[in-house]
């Protein structure tokens, strides 16, 4: 049995006709599945947990786009007995990127999770925020500018008016330059698991990135696997913010080893403590503003179909 939850909504509604396209080639080979439909945000996480009540094992597939993922990796309860499969259907479309599908047709990867017997065990990381709240994330999570244009995002409607051009992953890009310019900037301690500390100044953010990309295709660390049981982290600080920006087409070329001011330290976990409160986010999902986070790499977590 093949259990299916689908943001019909993602990219301003075009999911919706891939959704069509994914059922009307389920039905057609007679496969036996149950779907669901998300309504509200955080009705995907409600749906998993449901699915997960199930007996026996479960093969969860999501049709949707990055966030959708997020809430439905949140919302599993029991990890052994489940097999994730993707079908990105988002505009950013970074878990797609980094699992090597975010170009396959969706029908086509459809058709790969059926005929798949094989899985892989990826690693998951989890946000730790000073007041106990926990959320998992696929792809990345951060402190600073990248946070807040996650959050911008969510409800922006230059992202909606740039999906209807297939040009929805522009959002981020334009977001970054307005964010990095505007946002307020503050110290911190880092903290490694390893025990090396750092002390940066002006941080301009700090990612821990499972996968090399986020927001919609920037590669913030080049070498970051989800298959390696450690988080690759990339720390901005100690620059100006016109540096900064001049250095973003270095950053997109990831060739950020160059910029002084990046730094990329690969490490199980991270502790970030600041002098103010900053946006924090898991997988472009807004989750508060405290002083203090934690972030840490779940190894092999979750069963992926490949």
């Not at 002083?291 to 179909?305: G, N």
Request: proline residues 3%.
């Amino acid at each position: 049995m093949y259990y299916f939850i689908v943001n019909a909504t993602s990219r301003t509604g075009k999911a919706q006709q891939i959704w069509k396209d994914v059922k009307a080639e389920l039905d057609s080979k007679g496969i036996e599945y149950k779907f669901y439909m998300t309504g509200s945000r955080g009705h995907a996480k409600k749906l998993a947990t449901k699915i997960c009540k199930e007996d026996g094992e479960i093969k969860l597939v999501v049709v949707g786009g990055d966030g959708t993922a997020n809430e439905v990796i949140n919302g599993i309860q029991d990890f052994d007995r489940v097999k994730f499969g993707y079908v990105p259907t988002g505009s950013g479309n970074d878990l797609g990127r980094g699992l090597g599908i975010n170009k396959t047709k969706p029908v086509d990867q459809l058709n790969h999770i059926l005929n798949s017997d094989e899985t892989m065990k990826m690693d998951l990381g989890e946000v730790i925020t000073g007041d106990g709240e926990r959320r998992l994330f696929a792809i990345s999570a951060g402190i600073g500018v990248d946070a807040s244009v996650c959050k911008q995002a969510l409800t922006s409607k230059l992202k909606k008016f740039l999906n209807k051009f297939g040009a929805g992953s522009a959002t981020y890009s334009i977001l970054t330059v307005k964010t990095l310019f505007t946002m307020p900037l503050c110290d911190g301690v880092v903290e490694l698991d390893d025990g090396t500390i750092k002390k940066p100044s002006n941080i301009i953010f700090c990612a821990a990135m499972n996968h090399p990309w986020e927001g919609g295709g920037v590669p913030m660390a080049p070498n970051a696997n989800a298959f390696d049981g450690k988080l690759s982290v990339c720390c901005v600080s100690d620059i100006k913010r016109i540096k900064c920006f001049g250095s973003f087409g270095l950053l997109l070329a990831a060739k950020q080893d160059r910029i002084k001011g990046f730094d990329i330290y690969d490490c199980k976990s991270v502790k970030i403590n600041l002098e103010d409160n900053m946006v924090v986010h898991a997988d472009g999902e807004y989750c508060g503003e405290p002083k203090s986070v934690e972030f840490r790499c779940i190894p092999e977590a979750i069963s992926v179909i490949i």
